[in-house]
């Protein structure tokens, strides 16, 4: 009897744990399947990859998870590395709004307030932006039910354009990298509809949830990480999973479909039969692997931004006017080429020795990625010239790393929970036992690329044993 084979296409984090969670349930259920997974480069991981220099800890991708979300935490248990998990320092967060740095108002969540008198203190809006932010309690439900909208259309119905513009963008475009008044509400702004559907009201709404969870319990650290970095959790999967399963330096070209299973091209000379598949790249590069087939052109495309982190080392004497908090996002309508930037030696002091700093920018979003083709060197002076408008820094930085992320943050715009309902639609009714998953369907995070991976998971199981 031929074995039955699986074949996971890509190296990134949901494709390594969807293989992780793949492997400990063949165990668990006794099923002798063939399990293998393809990674076109020459490492696996991803947008994670860490840089160990000098005594730092330097991710160049992302450097931290939700805690509220408990998938990617659950990863790191699961790979007997719970003792490696550490907590971010808390520390005040700031808008670069208005040509200055202003503290986001006590008490904020998602950035809606909760507390009035912190919020009417601040200076992040007029006095008739405020006023206009409270007019959020009395307009009651105002959304069409089942009609997508931009996010930004929805908030500003809401609560006003000084507020979107001023703390909401800056916020959710620090998440997304993108253009709110493109960005779903659907796909981007769930939390922000519910408050609607629910309270009739986003104040209220939040509210609520601070006299029933934030105002009753200790302050708990927002972000975690990995000691080490997270290149770690990369590595310790790689060695659960081994050379056996993980291939790299195999791009898949093709993939069709066979009386039994599929075939899956990877060069003239090496193809692989497999009757499962679970597919976990950017959905620009699932496209050409299914040739002749123009109902994925049909559908539409999920665009992409470009992006880079830029992080520099400094001693500790080089800035004479630092800023005590975490870090900082900047509002589309100043004149910063920064989008955000993390003052590193706060939020996670382990990475980084007593006596240095190390701050990380990040440049590039929608509509504002020319900056990211820039030589390395253009890119530290604007970085510098930026941050020398809000602080001293009276030395050069000891050393730069500038990484570039092209086409790596998918762009949820209007229409994508239709377009991503029709793209796994295709897949059901074209292809029975493919199924995809990653940043470009539901969700960019670290966690919530793990929840899809374990829901790959159970898809792929069930379809090979029905």
Not at 70 to 86: A, F, H, I, R, T
Not at 156 to 185: C, Q, T
Not at 194 to 208: C, I, M
Request: proline share 4%; net charge neutral.
């Amino acid at each position: 009897m031929v074995r039955k084979k699986i074949v996971v296409i890509g190296g990134g984090i949901t494709g390594l744990s969807s293989t992780f969670y793949l492997k400990k349930e063949l165990e668990k259920q006794n099923l002798d399947y063939e399990l293998v997974l393809l990674e076109a480069g020459t490492k696996v991981g991803g947008k994670i990859d860490t840089m160990k220099r000098d005594g730092y800890i330097i991710e160049r991708g992302p450097d931290s998870f939700l805690r509220r979300k408990p998938e990617m935490q659950d990863l790191v248990k699961d790979l007997g590395m719970e003792d490696c998990l550490v907590e971010n320092a808390t520390g005040e967060n700031f808008v670069l709004a208005k040509q200055g740095l202003h503290a986001i108002p006590k008490g904020s969540i998602m950035g809606i307030p909760t507390r009035f008198r912190p919020f009417f203190k601040s200076r992040l809006l007029s006095s008739s932006g405020k006023f206009r932010v409270l007019g959020d309690l009395f307009l009651g439900k105002k959304r069409v039910a089942n009609e997508d909208m931009a996010l930004g259309t929805f908030l500003r119905a809401r609560v006003g354009d000084e507020m979107v513009d001023n703390i909401l963008e800056p916020l959710m475009s620090g998440i997304y990298a993108g253009d709110l008044d493109e960005m779903s509400a659907e796909a981007t702004g769930e939390q922000f509809l519910k408050l609607e559907d629910e309270h009739g009201s986003l104040l209220k709404g939040v509210r609520q949830i601070y006299n029933e969870t934030t105002a009753k319990q200790p302050t708990e650290a927002t972000f975690l990480t990995v000691r080490e970095g997270l290149s770690s959790v990369v590595s310790a999967l790689e060695q659960e999973l081994s050379t056996k399963i993980i291939k790299k330096g195999k791009r898949v070209q093709a993939i069709t479909r066979q009386p039994r299973g599929y075939e899956i091209t990877i060069s003239k000379k090496e193809k692989l039969q497999a009757d499962s598949i679970f597919i976990a790249l950017p959905y620009q590069e699932i496209v050409p692997l299914f040739r002749g087939d123009a109902v994925f052109e049909q559908i539409g495309e999920i665009p992409a931004a470009s992006v880079a982190t830029v992080a520099m080392v400094f001693p500790k004497d080089a800035v004479e006017e630092d800023i005590k908090g975490s870090g900082f996002v900047v509002s589309r309508n100043e004149d910063f080429s920064m989008a955000a930037c993390s003052w590193i030696h706060r939020k996670w002091p382990h990475t980084v020795p007593e006596d240095k700093i190390l701050l990380r920018a990040f440049v590039g979003r929608r509509k504002e990625e020319s900056i990211v083709d820039l030589a390395d060197k253009a890119i530290e002076e604007t970085v510098l010239s930026d941050l020398n408008r809000i602080m001293k820094i009276n030395q050069a930085p000891e050393f730069t790393t500038v990484t570039r992320w092209r086409n790596s943050i998918p762009q949820y715009t209007v229409g994508h929970e239709r377009r991503k309902e029709a793209i796994y639609s295709e897949f059901k009714q074209s292809y029975p036992g493919i199924f995809t998953g990653g940043a470009s369907f539901e969700g960019v995070e670290l966690s919530e690329c793990v929840r899809q991976a374990k829901s790959g998971v159970t898809s792929v199981l069930n379809f090979l044993k029905n």
